[in-house]
T-cell receptor, first 116, second 112 residues
């Protein structure tokens, strides 16, 4: 079975440009998460969707960040305009919620973003 | 105090050694705990859950100490392939995902 699929795997862009990261969760999973990982701060939860609805976006750094989940199989994280401090690895993860929830999050391979 | 704290390491240990990591958490009402493993430049993957009664999986043992608010991971007979960063994960009292907190990880390097 396919795992969580993220694209692009790597992105190098210049300050001020728009960046869009994409995620396809595991089929049947109803929870989706966007995390950001840096050496200094570790893994930080940016936003969490349940059944395509944003539940908690308190981790989104500022208005430059936005995330959408138009359907159960696709989500985007957009940064506009990008800044050098946004450079990080962005992970998307999905999970099967509900009574069968084991607490396991399945991560994609990540999108490594470098903003020059 | 941070919600979840780990010693970043690195822990450099020879093959065959036993090594243990601790992870402290601040919310005494936290319900669920896990250890994840992250290889260099890879995504985190679930290693094992941490139950109140302890949990053993081969060379790995995870334990929970609620009184002192920490979880531990013990690795016996370390292998080169165990080299990775180990993240502890704490789920909030409500059981929801909103405040799932990852520790910053403990790096383990097993040396030949």
């Amino acid at each position: 079975d396919a795992g969580v699929i993220q694209s692009p795997r790597h992105e190098v862009t210049e300050m001020g440009q728009e960046v869009t990261l994409r995620c396809k969760p595991i089929s049947g999973h109803n929870s989706l998460f966007w995390y950001r990982q840096t050496m200094m701060r570790g893994l930080e939860l940016l936003i969490y969707f349940n059944n395509n609805v944003p539940i908690d976006d308190s981790g989104m750094p500022e208005d430059r960040f936005s995330a959408k989940m138009p359907n159960a199989s696709f989500s985007t994280l957009k940064i506009q305009p990008s800044e050098p401090r946004d450079s990080a690895v962005y992970f998307c993860a999905s999970s099967l919620g509900g009574a069968t929830n084991t607490g396991e999050l399945f991560f994609g391979e990540g999108s490594r973003l470098t903003v020059l | 105090r941070k919600e979840v704290e780990q010693d970043p390491g690195p822990f450099n240990v020879p093959e065959g050694a036993t090594v243990a990591f601790n992870c402290t958490y601040s919310n005494s009402a936290s319900q669920s705990f896990f250890w994840y493993r992250q290889d260099c430049r890879k995504e985190p993957k679930l290693l094992m859950s941490v139950y109140s009664s302890g949990n053993e999986d081969g060379r790995f043992t995870a334990q929970l100490n609620r009184a002192s608010q920490y979880i531990s991971l013990l690795i016996r007979d370390s292998k080169l392939s165990d080299s990775a960063t180990y993240l502890c994960v704490v789920f909030p009292p409500t059981g929801g995902y909103q405040k799932v907190t990852f520790g910053t990880g403990t790096k383990l390097q097993v040396i030949p």
